[in-house]
């Protein structure tokens, strides 16, 4: 079956304009998760979904970041005013429940200049 | 102290080479952890799962050690191909997957 798939695959974007980040799940895993990468870095928690409930809204940087869920299914990571700091690659991942192995899609490479 | 802590490497080895690597973890609480891996400009990728009994999956041993709290990987007969970026996993709590920042490793010919 399909993996996930995220959307867009590259973004460039210029400084203040909002961004609208979009995950796709496989189909039945109830939980989701957005994470950033930084070049180099390792992978920075943002926010973990179970169905369409938020529980860990922790990881979002500031309150420029939201994130919600439709459906039990489709994700959408939202960056308001965008920074130049606020570029990175943002990966979701979902898995069938809270502990068992996440599946990460491809990432979208957001670029703000 | 960092949550998940990972030797960042690089770890270079010739073709064939026997390689392991190790993860520590702070809280001793924690009850799942897993190994995956990520090539450059991709996403990680389940390498496998770690049991409380260790396991293996042809050339890759996962173990867990947790009255030391670590966790450790082992890469036998390494292949060219393996060269890539190690990630240690740790699930905090019921759902929280704390990732190390990876063990490079590359593999040469």
């Known amino acids: 079956g399909a993996g996930v798939s995220q959307s867009p695959s590259n973004k460039v974007t210029e400084k203040g304009k909002d961004v609208e980040l979009r995950c796709d799940p496989i189909s039945g895993h109830t939980a989701l998760y957005w994470y950033r990468q930084s070049l180099g870095q390792g992978l920075e928690f943002l926010i973990y979904?179970?169905?369409?409930?938020?529980?860990?809204k922790s990881g979002l940087p500031s309150d420029r970041f939201s994130a919600e869920r439709t459906g039990g299914s489709v994700s959408t990571l939202t960056i308001q005013r965008t920074q130049q700091e606020d570029s990175a690659v943002y990966l979701c991942?979902?898995?069938?429940?809270?502990?068992?192995?996440?599946?990460f899609g491809q990432g979208t490479r957001l670029t703000v200049v | 102290r960092k949550e998940v802590e990972q030797d960042p490497g690089p770890f270079n080895v010739p073709e064939g080479a026997t390689v392991a690597f190790n993860c520590t973890y702070s809280n001793s609480a924690s009850q799942s952890f897993f190994w995956y891996r990520q090539d450059c400009r991709k996403e990680p990728k389940l390498l496998m799962s770690?049991?409380?009994s260790g396991n293996e999956d042809g050339r890759f041993t996962a173990q867990l050690n947790r009255a030391s709290q670590y966790i450790s990987l082992l890469i036998r007969d390494s292949k060219l191909s393996d060269s890539a970026t190690y990630l240690c996993?740790?699930?905090?709590?019921?759902?929280?997957?704390?990732f190390g920042t990876g063990t490079r490793l590359k593999v040469l010919a």
């Open positions: 991942a979902s898995s069938w429940g809270p502990t068992n192995e996440a599946f």
């Open positions: 979904f179970q169905g369409n409930s938020a529980p860990d």
């Open positions: 996993v740790v699930i905090l709590g019921t759902y929280k997957y704390i």
């Open positions: 770690v049991y409380s």
